[in-house]
């Protein structure tokens, strides 16, 4: 089973405007991370927030904001404010803890953003 | 500080070659890390390194693939036989470490080697 979900292959949204990208995940450990990064046409792989299980606020990070639902093991990523330079692909992960020994990350399939303007 | 590097940045080889793709972390981080990001198969976890053990070797593929990490820093990703499949851009990250709390143990991931077998 898919453990972390990203269903949009692609988005659209105009420049200035706010966007929400859909992260689901699927996890029986009651200590997780949650973290979202950014890959631009380059290739490098940007870190751009982190939501921990436990924590009881929404993560925020400038123009990013984690919509955090825990029932419904839900962390959308919002961009407000969207500029062109936002266009790259984005990736959702997960950090489990597997028998104290790992701390691997797992990944979805990710969603290419493109900022028109 | 200086980020995550690795090299070389692009590595062309011919099938059945051995290649080696070198990671140098982030100083002072413990923890090193293997991905592989491929078409077919999106990002995929190789190997974790805490200093210069490997707890968690089970996303390589196949025996061809090892790792070492020495000095606790430089981590080298050997593929022996080279086979087309194993065309990939190889991505190394690093973090402080699995003792670390909520984000401080976030990864950092270096600019990646894209392999081409061909």
């Known amino acids: 089973a898919q453990k972390i979900t990203q269903t949009q292959p692609g988005m659209f949204v105009q420049e200035k405007e706010a966007v929400t990208l859909d992260c689901t995940y699927d996890?029986?450990?009651?200590?997780?991370?949650l973290f979202w990064y950014k890959q631009p046409s380059s290739g490098e792989m940007i870190f751009l927030i982190y939501q921990g299980s436990y924590d009881q606020q929404n993560a925020t990070e400038g123009r990013y904001s984690l919509n955090f639902q825990k029932a419904r093991k839900s962390a959308n990523l919002v961009i407000s404010a969207s500029q062109l330079g936002d266009s790259a692909m984005y990736f959702c992960?997960?950090?489990?803890?597997?028998?104290?020994?790992?701390?691997?990350?797992?990944f979805g399939s990710g969603t290419r953003l493109l900022v028109r303007p | 500080g200086a980020g995550v590097s690795q090299s070389p940045s692009n590595k062309v080889t011919e099938k059945g070659k051995d290649v080696e793709l070198r990671c140098d972390p982030i100083?002072?981080?413990?923890?090193l890390y293997w991905y592989r990001q491929s078409l077919g198969q999106g990002l995929e976890f190789l190997i974790y390194?805490?200093?210069?053990?490997?707890?968690?070797k089970s996303g390589l593929p196949s025996d061809r693939f090892s790792a070492e990490r020495t000095g606790g820093s430089v981590s080298t990703l050997t593929i022996q036989r080279t086979q087309q499949e194993d065309s990939a851009v190889y991505l190394c990250?690093?973090?402080?470490?699995?003792?670390?709390?909520?984000?401080?143990?976030?990864?950092?991931f270096g600019p990646g080697t894209r392999l081409t077998v061909l």
């Open positions: 992960a997960m950090r489990e803890v597997y028998m104290d020994s790992s701390y691997k990350l797992i």
């Open positions: 100083s002072g981080h413990t923890a």
């Open positions: 990250a690093s973090s402080l470490g699995p003792f670390v709390s909520g984000d401080a143990d976030t990864q950092y």
């Open positions: 390194f805490q200093g210069n053990s490997a707890p968690d």
């Open positions: 996890t029986s450990d009651p200590s997780y991370g």
